[in-house]
């Protein structure tokens, strides 16, 4: 079947400008994960949602980052007035819930120039 | 605070030749230990989970391993296919959606 898609796979943005990365998960599955790998680090947790739960924010490094998820399967992470140290690929997951294996997206490589 | 730490953070096979990448970790009420194979420019790839000590999970040329302080993926007679950074993330259970990842380690095999 499908795995989870991210968009844009590349994206370059000039620092001050908002940018949004898009996540479509695994059908039925219904916690979703974003992380952020920057070069020679591990990967970052950021933001997790299960189902109708309120999500869990404490990974986003600051209140320039956001995220949301529509109809409980599609999200979106927002970053708004970018800085070049956000630049990093950003990676979605989703779980069938959120105490099972994740299965990771291809990533969106941000680059703020 | 949940740690993880993988060694060694590199490794070089001739191939053929097994070995083994270590993870160590600390956290409360681990709810299972994830590791992941990452191939450069890809998101991580899931391999195996393991819920409690003594299990053994086994696919292909990999064998993982738990113990309650470390684990341990196991490569047997590799291949130059196998090279990938290979990633741990034991999950805790105060905080059941968020995998604290280890730095991998980076395995290279050499025909």
């Known amino acids: 079947g499908a795995g989870v898609s991210q968009s844009p796979s590349n994206k370059v943005t000039e620092k001050g400008k908002d940018v949004e990365l898009r996540c479509d998960p695994i059908?039925?599955?219904?916690?979703l994960y974003w992380y952020r790998q920057s070069l020679g680090q591990g990967l970052e947790f950021l933001i997790y949602f299960q189902g109708n739960s309120a999500p869990d924010k404490s990974g986003l490094p600051s209140d320039r980052f956001s995220a949301e998820r529509t109809g409980g399967s599609v999200s979106t992470l927002t970053i708004q007035r970018t800085q070049q140290e956000d630049s990093a690929v950003y990676l979605c997951?989703?779980?069938?819930?959120?105490?099972?294996?994740?299965?990771f997206g291809p990533g969106t490589r941000l680059t703020v120039t | 605070e949940d740690q993880v730490t993988q060694s060694p953070e590199a490794l070089r096979l001739q191939e053929g030749e097994s070995s083994s990448l270590n993870c160590s970790y600390t956290?409360?009420?681990?709810?299972?230990l994830f590791w992941y194979r990452q191939d450069p420019g890809k998101g991580p790839e899931f391999l195996f989970t393991l819920y409690s000590a003594g299990e053994e999970k086994e696919k292909e040329r990999l064998k993982a391993t738990l113990t309650k302080k470390e684990s341990f993926l196991h490569i047997t007679a590799p291949k130059p296919e196998d090279s990938a950074t290979y990633l741990c993330?034991?999950?805790?259970?105060?905080?059941?959606?968020?995998?604290?990842f280890g730095q991998g380690t980076i395995l290279t095999v050499h025909p």
């Open positions: 059908s039925g599955h219904t916690a």
């Open positions: 997951a989703s779980s069938l819930r959120d105490r099972h294996e994740q299965y």
């Open positions: 993330a034991p999950g805790s259970g105060t905080s059941y959606g968020k995998l604290t």
């Open positions: 956290v409360s009420g681990l709810r299972g």
